[in-house]
């Protein structure tokens, strides 16, 4: 029985696996509560490279399908947005629409957090104009999706992929917790 962080109550856990065309098989895990927490991930079953996915985004491909795990990193370099993965990010399937709706709706609430600095809420406006120009056909954004496990894709023939240096994989965060623990002794450490 797995509870809830939020209430302690007994969470719902949906596992499932999902084929994903010349990619592998993805183990997807869901849980929710009734107080509201919910968690997803992706797992690829499977060792994978760390790599880079870059396309450009436009009104002919936006419904191009995204996988983003936990540990993928978003960057629209044009807007200067860069999403990156922390202890509760989600793994989601979507498209590059998806993806854009998704920028916009963290855009909409950095706004309503800064709506006193009227520097920052202009710079936020034009991001959304940016977003919604693309949306409509009259822009294209480069949207590069980043994994140090190899655990997302862009699935298109227009999207770039490589593989990430040991070295660019190192610098990108994961989405994993790591507590480091110096300056212990290795017998104050086993009281841990």
């Given at each position: 029985?797995?509870?809830?962080?939020?209430?302690?109550?007994?969470l719902?856990?949906?596992?499932?696996?999902?084929?994903?065309?010349?990619?592998?098989?993805?183990?997807?895990?869901?849980?929710?509560?009734e107080?509201?927490?919910?968690?997803?991930?992706?797992?690829?079953?499977?060792?994978?490279?760390?790599?880079r996915?870059?396309?450009?985004?436009?009104?002919?491909?936006?419904?191009?399908k995204?996988?983003?795990s936990?540990?993928?990193?978003?960057?629209?370099?044009?807007?200067?947005?860069?999403?990156?993965?922390?202890?509760?990010?989600?793994?989601?399937?979507t498209n590059?629409?998806?993806?854009?709706?998704?920028?916009?709706?963290?855009?909409?609430?950095?706004?309503?957090w800064?709506?006193?600095?009227?520097?920052?809420?202009?710079?936020?406006?034009?991001?959304?104009?940016?977003?919604?120009?693309?949306i409509?056909?009259?822009?294209?954004?480069?949207?590069?999706?980043?994994?140090?496990?190899?655990?997302?894709?862009i699935?298109s023939?227009?999207?770039f992929k490589?593989?990430?240096s040991?070295?660019?994989?190192?610098?990108?965060k994961?989405?994993?917790t790591?507590i480091?623990?110096?300056?212990f002794?290795?017998?104050?450490?086993?009281?841990?």
């Open positions: 029985m797995i509870l809830c962080p939020i209430c302690g109550r007994e719902r856990l949906i596992v499932n696996t999902y084929e994903v065309p010349f990619f592998e098989k993805i183990l997807l895990t869901s849980i929710s509560c107080c509201g927490f919910k968690h997803a991930d992706s797992i690829v079953l499977g060792e994978k490279e760390p790599v996915y870059t396309i450009r985004a436009n009104r002919g491909n936006l419904f191009t995204v996988v983003r936990t540990s993928g990193t978003i960057r629209i370099p044009e807007l200067g947005v860069t999403i990156e993965p922390g202890p509760a990010s989600q793994a989601f399937i590059l629409e998806g993806v854009l709706r998704r920028v916009a709706d963290i855009v909409r609430v950095a706004m309503k800064n709506e006193e600095d009227e520097e920052k809420v202009k710079r936020c406006e034009w991001i959304l104009e940016r977003i919604d120009n693309v409509d056909g009259d822009e294209e954004l480069t949207i590069i999706l980043e994994d140090p496990f190899g655990n997302s894709l699935l023939d227009e999207s490589e593989r990430l040991e070295l660019e994989a190192k610098e990108l994961t989405g994993l790591v480091e623990l110096a300056g002794t290795e017998e104050e450490l086993s009281r841990f």
